[in-house]
């Protein structure tokens, strides 16, 4: 059942414009209706809002997001709360980057802490990352502790 939503999320990935990487999410409620669909892109799709090409200076990079677009969470959550407010606690997010070819590419460990807060604040419950398999992850593992910020 989850890797359906997997490859749901693929599909919204491949209309993911940004130049660097083709992300996709979609949140399911509790009674397992597709509630948001989201995939990375520049603001509003404002091509003078894009940012993907710009080389950064190593010391220049923005160090709270490793990304140029919005991404396909930030998307995905948005959508839900405008569409259905009232069925987005509780409710499964899945994010899937695909290659190239469109094929399924591994998430590893969850690292962007802003769409870990955005997900906790708005009541989503599980995040799944695809690692060779459906890797389904609650709250627990947006605590910070987990992230050693000061090595
Ligand atoms: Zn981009
Ligand atoms: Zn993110």
Not at 47 to 70: A, L
């Amino acid at each position: 059942m989850d890797e359906d939503y997997f490859v749901q999320a693929a599909q919204v990935a491949a209309q993911a414009t940004c130049h660097r990487a083709h992300c996709g999410s979609v949140i399911v409620s509790t009674d397992g209706k597709v509630i948001g669909r989201g995939f990375n892109a520049p603001p509003l799709g404002d091509e003078s809002q894009r940012t993907c090409d710009v080389e950064y200076h190593s010391d220049k990079k923005p160090k709270s997001d490793k990304t140029c677009c919005v991404h396909a969470e930030w998307n995905a959550i948005l959508n839900a709360l405008r569409d259905y407010p009232d069925k987005v606690v509780g409710s499964t997010l899945y994010f899937m980057r695909i290659n190239e070819l469109g094929e399924f590419t591994e998430a590893g460990d969850p690292y962007c802490t802003v769409c870990s807060r955005l997900a906790l604040q708005s009541g989503i419950k599980y995040f799944g990352l695809w690692n060779g398999g459906p890797q389904m992850f609650d709250t627990a593992s947006y605590n910070l502790k987990s992230y050693n910020f000061f090595a």
